[in-house]
């Protein structure tokens, strides 16, 4: 299942590096899912209408 | 009932996104680099005594023969140093052993073959090579690639006529219109006798960086046919 | 803005624009003598070699663009934030350094041209690392500059009005400013050496400035189309977030073959390969906003530099997104990295993404020094955005089918040796392209001069409207 490096060195993002994408899927990852907690704090605060004015 | 909001139009959900994603692309941008940067370390002659593999090995490798081969382990082509020897894991990589001769020596110390090396990229620059060739792949499109210029054939055929084809390459950089094999050619540039030198050490150190297998079937001129043998 | 007298930043943007348009003249003449070299290899052989024609060709493509872009900020900054611009007599000395600073770059470049293999080249003659050759000395004085205008833009913000425009360029700007630093040392390892290179080149024009031309193109927008503010600026942080989202770690596909690991393959692929979905959001933004302003029954203020945005969103879309995407990923790069490929998306993207937006700017000024309601399309303005859009996007056609020779005969076929090069630049689809290249560029030589003609004359050659006839008939 899991895949051994090939790389030159082996560091901790080459073990990432699963075949196709799995790096990739995993930093991305990292990126958009947090996005999903700022989207219901701000629905949450809309909600609550306690904005400052802009 | 609570008021129905829309935070898909709300400029605030938008604008700490855009912070969000724009600190952490940074972030994980500055871890990679570290990482990078400590594989990308040029390399000592101790590595080369210990047969440890460098992406970008110690200048001495000026002293040792330089291939590029099909390592089935990594899946492309690799550069072979000072022979080939096979990988405990399958697939080949660099013995570190073969030398050959380079300008009349294969003894270079470390110290000697950095100082050549400095002085060849500083007159790379210098020169402004890259406004022609591509080196790395990097570069205009006037002129060939320069990644494995040390292993071109073209240079092997001359070899001969100059007693090997370091000599060659120099006469060629010190007066390019007069070896010139196209119509469109190399300027003079009034590269020195010793800038030449160190020009030619360059090429063969950049020949010996793993460049994850490009360019691709380097030297396979007409398909099947490996005119590098 | 009838009769309103401009803000002494607003005249200096003038004069960025100024130099601006007379370099971009200067890109032309000597991407037109690179483009002649690539078919009659001995014109001006020994003279102005390719290498050096070419290094101006990108050189003054940079510099104007940095010009028009700082023009650009000097002009929205003192309207955005409702006040002068702090520290305007500063602003106008680094301009006068900076002008003299390029001028003596550019006359080493062209008359000394190369030096010997040691640092004081480096230093004082050139760097040698294509688009930043500029010595290290001038690499100083221009971070000086830098400093000086990120100071006004800072100063201004701070004491004036804070708009999301504003605060998306202080931030971008601080970043574009700092990637430069990237650029400014020397190593012997060229693997290295390539890596920040890469810093400042792609942090730069799939990064920092992207963001930048969305920022202004919102400003654009708003003054020629009216467009609800709220509205622009909420795009304006969706094009961030995508932007740098995609594009941080979009460097990546440039990591592929230069002696770094292999795990760039990865993150660069797929990173970059989303890099069009911005692209695309600011071109649905901007048709969006027209339709809808339309519909309104609002006209268009400025139609010549809308027209020009909507030239940078097709442009944009198509040169930097889809040509980009073409040869992105590795398994293509492999083969298309070091040939005509690169030269043909780059050739497209910087026109649609930069070139396009610039124009329109200084479209924007002309209208604001002539203290215009409105500004139309004049016929040397269309024929001007005609030949120059087609002859770019001509350009782009034959240098891809260049591109697809060289790729198939050196790499697929030749294995990327010098013979397999010169077999593949001989080949008749090759010459081909390169000729239809030539013609195409002429065509946008041609517009240049349309343009400058334009932007010179536009603002007294506007038709009279029917309103202003019978005001005028009133008064006889």
């Known amino acids: 299942m899991i895949e051994p490096c090939h790389d030159v060195v082996c560091s901790f993002w080459s073990y990432l590096n699963q075949g196709p994408m799995t790096l990739t899927i995993i930093l991305h990852t990292l990126i958009v899912l947090p996005m999903i907690w700022i989207y219901f704090d701000e629905k949450k605060r809309l909600e609550r209408g306690d904005l400052p004015n802009e | 009932m609570e008021e129905k909001v829309s935070v898909w139009t709300s400029n605030r959900f938008w604008r700490r996104s855009a912070t969000w994603v724009t ?3 940074s972030v994980l941008l500055i871890f990679l680099t570290f990482d990078s940067m400590a594989q990308m370390k040029m390399g000592s002659a101790k590595d080369i005594e210990k047969k440890i593999d460098r992406r970008i090995p110690s200048p001495v490798v000026i002293n040792y023969t330089i291939d590029y081969k099909l390592d089935p382990y990594r899946g492309h082509e690799i550069p072979i140093i000072g022979g080939e020897m096979r990988r405990p894991e399958g697939g080949i990589k660099s013995a570190y052993e073969k030398k050959e001769k380079f300008f009349g020596r294969d003894d270079y110390s470390e110290k000697e ?3 050549l090396i400095h002085k060849g990229k500083l007159t790379i620059q210098a020169k402004n090579c890259m406004d022609c060739h591509t080196l790395l792949g990097n570069g205009a499109y006037y002129a060939p690639d320069l990644t494995k210029a040390w292993l071109d054939p073209t ?9 090997g084809k370091e000599y060659a390459i120099a006469a060629f950089l010190q007066d390019p219109p007069k070896m010139a094999m196209h119509e469109r050619k190399m300027p003079n540039l009034g590269i020195t006798k010793e800038e030449a030198k160190a020009v030619v050490a360059y090429l063969k150190f950049m020949s010996a960086i ?5 360019p691709r079937n380097f030297g396979k001129i007409k398909g099947a046919v490996d005119a590098r043998k | 803005m009838q009769g309103s007298k401009l803000y002494q930043s607003q005249e200096l943007a003038i004069k960025y624009f100024t130099v601006a348009i007379i370099l971009f003249g200067a890109q032309l003449l000597f991407g037109l003598v690179a483009a002649i070299q690539f078919l009659y290899p001995n014109f001006l052989f020994n003279t102005l070699d390719f290498s050096i024609a070419r290094m101006l060709h990108i050189n003054a493509l940079v510099v104007w663009l940095l010009y028009a872009m700082i023009g650009a900020v000097y002009w929205l900054l003192p309207d955005e934030a409702g ?3 702090v520290g305007i007599k500063l602003a106008n000395i ?16 062209l008359f000394v041209q190369i030096g010997p293999g040691k640092e004081s080249t480096i230093w004082f003659i050139t760097e040698g690392r294509e688009y930043i050759e500029a010595p290290r000395w001038a690499d100083i004085g221009i971070v000086a500059v830098v400093l000086v205008f990120l100071y006004n833009v800072y100063a201004t913000v ?9 605060v998306v360029l202080m931030a971008d700007l601080i970043a574009l400013a700092g990637l430069y630093l990237a650029g400014m040392f020397y190593t012997d390892n060229i693997a290295v050496d390539q890596y920040w290179w890469w810093w400042v080149v792609h942090l730069w024009v799939e990064a920092t400035w992207e963001v930048y031309v969305a920022a202004v193109g919102g400003y654009i927008l708003i003054k020629t189309l009216n467009a609800n503010r709220k509205v622009v600026e909420m795009w304006l942080w969706i094009e961030v977030a995508m932007m740098f989202g995609s594009g941080i770690l979009g460097l990546g596909h440039h990591y592929f073959w230069i002696g770094t690991p292999e795990y760039w393959w990865e993150i660069g692929a797929l990173f970059s390969a989303l890099e069009p979905v911005p692209l695309v959001g600011l071109f649905v933004h901007v048709l969006y906003d027209w339709g809808k302003e339309r519909g309104k029954g609002n006209e268009i203020k400025n139609t010549p530099a809308f027209a020009w945005l909507t030239v940078e969103t097709f442009g944009n879309f198509l040169g930097a997104g889809v040509w980009g995407f073409m040869h992105t990923l590795p398994q293509i790069n492999l083969y298309t990295h070091g040939t005509q490929w690169p030269a043909a998306h780059g050739h497209l993207a910087f026109f649609g993404a930069y070139v396009a937006i610039m124009i329109s700017a200084m479209y924007l000024a002309v209208q604001g020094k002539a203290g215009l309601e409105r500004l139309r399309m004049t016929k040397a303005g269309w024929w001007a955005i005609s030949l120059i859009s087609v002859g770019v996007l001509l350009m782009t056609v034959s240098l891809t089918v260049a591109a697809y020779t060289q790729t198939m005969v050196e790499r697929g076929m030749h294995g990327a040796t010098w ?8 080949n008749r689809w090759f010459v081909q392209g390169m000729g239809w290249r030539l013609a195409a560029g002429l065509a946008v030589i041609v517009g240049y001069g349309f343009l400058v003609y334009d932007l010179l004359t536009c603002a007294k050659k506007q038709p009279v409207e029917e309103g202003e006839k019978e005001v005028a008939a009133a008064a006889a």
Do not use: C, S
């Open chain 2, 23 to 25: 600190g952490v692309a």
């Open chain 2, 113 to 115: 073959a950095r100082e």
């Open chain 2, 155 to 163: 240079w092997e055929t001359l070899a001969p006529a100059y007693n």
């Open chain 2, 210 to 214: 793993d460049t994850n297998g490009f």
């Open chain 3, 83 to 85: 006040i002068e611009v």
């Open chain 3, 94 to 109: 680094a301009f006068y350094i900076l002008t003299a600073a390029v001028a003596i770059v550019v006359l080493v470049y």
């Open chain 3, 158 to 166: 701070m004491k004036g009005r804070h708009t999301g425009i504003l």
């Open chain 3, 419 to 426: 013979e397999g090069y010169f077999i593949a630049q001989a």
